[in-house]
C-alpha cells in the first residue's frame, strides 16, 4: 500500500511500510501448555442486578478478552466484583479481563448511583471514593494523564480543561469521559558538516530557515504537545574544502523552547560524527530518556544518496560528514531505526530521511521493521525555505495518523514547489 502525491520536482512520497516475508510453515513438536477453552461463570450476589458479558458464551476459547458487565435494578448500582472465594477483584463496571482459567465471578449491587468512566490514557480519582454515591452527595472529582497524554478537556459529564471538578450525585448513573491528547517526541538530526553548512547556510540561510521552522513550531505548541529534539553538527574548521568558513553553530544535544536555538544547547558534544551509529544511538537515548510522548517521529537532515551507486563501499545514504569521511549506510539506518524503536517500545511512527534520492525500495526494504511510514524522495531536492513545516498538522490534532501525517508532508512540497514565488 502506497500514498503518494507527487511534488513536480521533489518527488516527496509517503509509504506505509507493509512489507513482510514468512518462512515456510512446519508443524510444531510442542503442545500448548494451556487447555484450548475455559469456562466463565456469572451470578449475581443479590436479586438487585443482573449480569452480562461479551462474548456471551460459557465456553470460551483460551485467551479471548472478556467485557462483563452489572446492570442494577432501579435505585441501585454494581458495586463490586468477587471471585468465588469472596475476593474482590474489581469495582469497573463494565469489567474487561482476558480469561486464561476457569472463572467464576460474582456481581454486588448496592444502593446508590455510580461515577463511571469511559476515558482511555487517564486516571480519575474520586474523593470520597465510590464507587457507590448517595443522592445529593458531592465529589471532588480529578483526572490525570497517562505517561505521553496531555488532558485537552471533559467531553461528558462535566466541561472545561480544569482537571479537578465537584460533582453532585443525582438519581441515575453519571458518566465522565474526556479527551486526552497523545505527546510526540521529535527527533531531528541535522548532519552540516559539509557544504550544507559553508555553501548553502554562507549563501542561502539554509539552517536558520530551518531552525526556526522548528522554533516557531514549538513556539505555537501551547497544548504542549511537542518535544523536539535536535542533534547539530555544523562544519569543522578541519575540513579544507570550506577553509576560511567557520560555522554559527555548536555541536550538540538541543531540545527546542520556541526561542533562540543557541539559548536551547543542552549538551556540548565536541565534534560529532554524524555517520557514526554510536553517536546517532547516543542521541536517541539521551532524547528518549527526557522525553515523555507516545508516539515519535525522527528525521535526518542531510545530502543523499540512493542505492544505485558504482561503489559499494557505504557511499549512499545519509548524514554524511566530510570531517569524518563517513556516512549512514542504508543498512545503519536500519540499525538506528531499530535501536530507536527498541527505545520506545515498539515502531516509530514516521521516520523521514530529508534528503536527496532516499525514496527507493532499498531503504524501505531496511526499515521495514522498524517504522510504520516513510517520507522520502526519489529525486534531487533542493529547498532554501521548506522543510518540518507539516509538524504543524500535529498541533491540530495530535491523534493524526502516521499515514495523514505523512501526506501532511507530500502536501506541504507539493504547495511549496508548485509555488513559482519559493525559492528552490
Avoid at 441515575?172 to 547556510?201: C, G, K, M, T
Avoid at 542561502?204 to 504542549?224: F, P, V
Amino acid at each position: 500500500m502506497k500514498l503518494m502525491k507527487l511534488a513536480p520536482y521533489a518527488a516527496l512520497a509517503a509509504v506505509t511500510l507493509l512489507f513482510s516475508c514468512a518462512n515456510p510453515t512446519s508443524p510444531s513438536a510442542d503442545k500448548p501448555s494451556h487447555p484450548s477453552t475455559c469456562t466463565l461463570t456469572l451470578t449475581s450476589g443479590d436479586v438487585n442486578g443482573t449480569v452480562s458479558s461479551l462474548p456471551g458464551d460459557t465456553t470460551i476459547p483460551y485467551g479471548t478478552e472478556i467485557t462483563v458487565t452489572g446492570t442494577g435494578n432501579a435505585g441501585y448500582s454494581l458495586a463490586s466484583w468477587q471471585d468465588d472465594s469472596g475476593n474482590e477483584i474489581s469495582t469497573d463496571n463494565p469489567y474487561t479481563f482476558t480469561i486464561t482459567s476457569n472463572t467464576s465471578l460474582v456481581a454486588n449491587f448496592a444502593a446508590g448511583y455510580r461515577i463511571d468512566t469511559n476515558v482511555e490514557h487517564a486516571q480519575i480519582t474520586c474523593d470520597p471514593v465510590g464507587p457507590v454515591y448517595q443522592e445529593n452527595d458531592v465529589v471532588e472529582v480529578t483526572i490525570t494523564a497517562d505517561p505521553g497524554y496531555v488532558f485537552n478537556q471533559w467531553t461528558t459529564g462535566l466541561a472545561g480543561t480544569a482537571a479537578t471538578q465537584e460533582v453532585t450525585i443525582g438519581t441515575s448513573l453519571y458518566e465522565l469521559d474526556a479527551q486526552l491528547d497523545p505527546r510526540w517526541r521529535i527527533l531531528v538530526h541535522i548532519a552540516a558538516d559539509n557544504n550544507i553548512d559553508y555553501d548553502f547556510e554562507d549563501t542561502y540561510g539554509i539552517l536558520t530557515n530551518y531552525i526556526e521552522t522548528l522554533e516557531g513550531i514549538k513556539a505555537a505548541d501551547t497544548g504542549d504537545l511537542l518535544d523536539i529534539y535536535v542533534l547539530m553538527d555544523g562544519y569543522a574548521a578541519s575540513d579544507p574544502a570550506g577553509a576560511g568558513y567557520t560555522t554559527g553553530f555548536t555541536d550538540g544535544y538541543y531540545k527546542l523552547s520556541g526561542g533562540s536555538f543557541a539559548g536551547d544547547l543542552v549538551k556540548t558534544t565536541g565534534e560529532i560524527n554524524s555517520g557514526s551509529v554510536a553517536v546517532t544511538e547516543s542521541f536517541m537515548k539521551w532524547a528518549v530518556g527526557d522525553s515523555t510522548a507516545a508516539r515519535t517521529f525522527y528525521s535526518v537532515f542531510n545530502h543523499g544518496g540512493g542505492f544505485d551507486d558504482a561503489s559499494k563501499a557505504a557511499t549512499y545514504g545519509i548524514a554524511f560528514d566530510d570531517s569524518a569521511d563517513d556516512a549512514l549506510s542504508h543498512y545503519e539506518l536500519a540499525q538506528v531505526t531499530a535501536y530507536l524503536k527498541t527505545l520506545i517500545g515498539g515502531n516509530i511512527d514516521v521516520f523521514y530521511p530529508y534528503a536527496c534520492l532516499m525514496g527507493g525500495i532499498e531503504l524501505a526494504w531496511e526499515v521495514r521493521n522498524n517504522a510504520d511510514v516513510l517520507i522520502a524522495s526519489e529525486e534531487v531536492f533542493p529547498a532554501e525555505e521548506w522543510s518540518w513545516e507539516a509538524l504543524s498538522s500535529i498541533l491540530a490534532d495530535s491523534s493524526i495518523s502516521s499515514v495523514d501525517l505523512g501526506g501532511a508532508f507530500c502536501d506541504s512540497a507539493y504547495d511549496y514547489f508548485s509555488d513559482s514565488t519559493s525559492s528552490h
